[in-house]
């Protein structure tokens, strides 16, 4: 058997490369890696800027914690300030009320000693006249002080500045009035210092005939 012939125009052609890349396909490619470079930068400088954000929140935030412990203080030192300026105008005012009422009992007893020499005896007159000088000088210091006496006999009981100490009926003064003060009561500047110790009037009783 003769081999067969193969004519050239029988023998495949290698088909024709595809067409070749466009200048566009080209660029493209070629530019490909550099855009993700970018990217990849891109990425890299917002992986940046993330700690120095949260730093400064961070910061932003610490600030406003202590402006507002700032706040706190200065509230609690002009609350102490206030109350310091208080206390100090109360001892101001009402600093001697120890001595006024220790200066109260004294004048008491000398006018108890005032009262024992009441008198006709004329040996005791200059006592009587010493004492009478000594109660004045004390009653001008008390009053320089603030310290002025609570109106007494023939004033309406008070209750708040008077102390009944016993009831009794009286002709010539209404009831509920001071008829007698056994001791005497003071006040300091706008303060109750001593109550007043008196005797109040009632309504005379009835006559049983």
Excluded: C, W
């Excluded at 929140?57 to 914690?65: D, G, N, Q, T």
């Excluded at 001892?91 to 009992?105: D, W």
């Excluded at 009035?177 to 009037?201: C, M, N, T």
């Amino acid at each position: 058997m003769s081999d067969k012939t193969v004519e050239p125009t029988d023998v495949d052609e290698p088909e024709a490369d595809d067409e070749a890349d466009s200048p566009d396909q080209a660029h493209h490619e070629v530019g490909a890696p550099d855009t993700q470079a970018e990217a990849e930068g891109e990425d890299e400088v917002e992986d940046e800027a993330d700690p120095a954000v949260a730093e400064l929140e961070a910061k932003v935030a610490e600030l406003r914690e202590e402006n507002d412990k700032l706040a706190r203080s200065s509230a609690f030192y002009e609350n102490r300030r206030r109350n310091a300026e208080r206390q100090l105008e109360e001892l101001r005012t009402y600093g001697i009320e120890s001595f006024a009422r220790k200066m109260v009992g004294v004048r008491d007893s000398l006018t108890r000693a005032h009262e024992a020499t009441s008198g006709e005896n004329a040996e005791l007159d200059g006592i009587r006249e010493g004492i009478e000088m000594v109660l004045k000088q004390f009653d001008d210091a008390l009053t320089a002080e603030g310290v002025t006496p609570v109106p007494g006999v023939g004033e309406p009981f008070d209750p708040n500045v008077h102390e009944a100490l016993a009831q009794q009926p009286v002709d010539d003064m209404p009831p509920n009035h001071v008829a007698a003060e056994y001791q005497r009561g003071y006040r300091l500047k706008d303060r109750l210092l001593r109550p007043a110790g008196v005797i109040v009037s009632v309504e005379a009783p009835a006559d049983e005939s």
